[in-house]
């Protein structure tokens, strides 16, 4: 068997080298998934075929009480010994069944596991173009499918190989002839099969497809909720997510039409078989050269061969669906990733300096440039500013350093040292890193502030509240730290999140804490405390802000101006008031001086 895996592939690589390529190496994948238990599954296998034997003595056994009936022999021994047979037969192929079954789900939560580790070492440029619902839709859905493929599929195949390979042995034995006949029969169907695999496989891998493309509209709908719902845009997102669901009913229908197809082949062949033994079984009948015991014991074994072809055929047209699965959760295994971070400690120690020299960096190749020879040198210790218009490519300069991506040219260097010198995981257990939305998970309170440094004790956490002007809070809510903070920490107000997130960073005792700062959306009460905390930080380790309003960085140490990609000019406030046009600009529109 197996000439249906390996038959489209014909060894020839044209004319469609990639989907034959695609083929082989999802088979290959989802055999290495299995090669792993090949154990449990040889041991399933061969309790299957235990089984099979015991369910194989049966004809002989049905021979056996025809022929005492004809003698008028006695019936109790050969009706028992029948029983027995079928009910040992039985509790053996459960057994394997139940083992080849558990080494399956144990084969999906490899690979779920697996696909999840991938997914969260992908490096952040490759998920910027990825859409977050489809990743969700591998991880769920095509997982499952590769359940079903493993448990049901992978488990019947083996155990109807056997089956069929014993009663072709058993009729071999019985009838030569009779087996050619059949055999002649089964082949033809088989060829059949072989057509209609590939097609099987393209129609599923569609269908996951669109269940992917499906998953991402919801996503982007949820994502936007509140916006979807203050556009009146529901009907318009329904119909959207709707459109993918057809898409997917679509392919779904494809891949059941071939897989009917199918399932009259194997029916086809039961009959065909059936009616060209009898034919011929029956002839040699007749002129005497067979007993009809012995016919209508070949006729049972036809039974137990047949079967299985149908088990057969019905388990390959699963794995086509499989395969098609495998394909897509090996797409995100081909990407590459970043070195799995060894858990780092935090970091602690003496504040950090940053210097950017020369540094060149776009999004990607068809995308504009956004650093433009970006140099600027920040000191260790006490606060630097990034200032300038948006678009200016503040928010890059963190994405830089945390090394979310890679320059094209120029060096950046963190302590002194070049920042691709730094271990992944060092260099980021040095940076504290406050996001423009400063996200906040879902969870409680605590869990939110612990999330960069699990190991915190109390008394941290409660210096960190304390710093973050936090307390007041925690002393308002009902269940204080244990306070579940909702979907996005969306039960918290804009400036509170934005604390929770600073509070969360300073945890990890960061030796530079970068934080992009939105403060358009706090009132001026916060924006107070947010300016206080900020100068209080800087105290004790090098904070680099990007501010998006001048009021906050006044006091800075330093102020960098950045305009389109380049850094126009350095210093404090008021050098720059007397000496750069764009920042007395900046600052005279948010009058914080008169022009
Ligand atoms: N992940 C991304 N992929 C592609 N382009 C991006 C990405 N992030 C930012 N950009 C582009 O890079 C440019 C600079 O963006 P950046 O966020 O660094 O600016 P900014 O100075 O921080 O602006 P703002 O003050 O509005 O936050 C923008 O034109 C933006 O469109």
Known sequence: MGMEGDGPDGGQPAPRPKASLGERASWRLLLGQVRPHRRVLLL???????????????PVMAKRVIDAFGAF?????????????????????????????RMGETIVLDSRRGLVDRILRLTVSDVDRLKPGDLLSRVSSDTTLLRAVCTDALASLVGAVFMFLGAAVMMAIMDGLLLGVTLAVV??????????????????????????????????????????????AEARETAVV???????????????????????????SVQLAFLAVLGVGGARVASGEMEISALIAFLLYLFYLVSPIGQIIQSLTQIQNGLAAVTRIQEIAAMRTEPA????????????????????????????????????????????ALVGPSGAGKSTVFGLIERFYEPQEGTIAVGGRDIRDWPLGELRAMLGYVEQDAPVLAGTLRENLVFGAPGVTDDEVAR????????????????????????????????????????????????????????????AVNEMRLREVVAEVARETTVLVIAHRLSTVTGADRIVVMEAGRVRAWGTHDELVAADELYREL?????LVSS
Request: hydrophobic share 50%; glycine share 14%; no cysteine.
């Open 464 to 523: 960190a509240l304390a710093r973050t002007r936090l307390d007041d809070l925690v002393e308002r809510l009902p269940e204080g730290l244990r306070t579940p903070v909702g979907h996005r920490g969306i039960l918290l107000s804009g400036g509170e999140r934005q604390r929770v997130a600073i509070a969360r960073a300073l945890l990890r005792r960061p030796r530079l804490l970068l934080l992009d700062e939105a403060t358009s959306q706090l009132d």
């Open 341 to 384: 971070a060894a858990p780092v400690a935090r970091a602690g120690g003496e504040p950090v300096g940053v210097t950017f020299s020369g540094v060149v960096f776009r999004y990607g190749e068809d995308r504009p440039v956004v650093h433009n020879g970006v140099t600027f040198e920040v000191p260790a210790g006490g606060m630097t």
């Open 242 to 268: 709707g459109a993918a669901a057809v898409e997917a009913r679509d392919r779904g229908v494809v891949v059941a039409a071939w897989t009917s197809l199918a399932g009259i082949g194997a029916w086809m």
């Open 73 to 101: 022999g006695a019936l109790a021994g050969p009706v028992l010994g029948l029983s027995a047979a079928v009910l040992v037969g039985a509790l053996i192929s459960a057994a394997g069944r139940f083992l080849l079954q």
């Open 187 to 232: 082949g033809l169907v088989a060829v059949m099969g072989v057509a209609i695999a590939p097609r099987i496989r393209r129609a599923s891998l569609q269908a996951q497809v669109a269940l992917g493309e499906m998953s991402s509209m919801l996503d982007r709908a949820l994502q936007a909720f509140r916006t979807v719902k203050a556009s009146g």
């Open 587 to 591: 600052a005279a529109t948010q009058f």
């Open 44 to 58: 399933g296998g061969l309790l299957s075929l235990v089984g099979s034997l015991a369910g194989l003595a049966m």
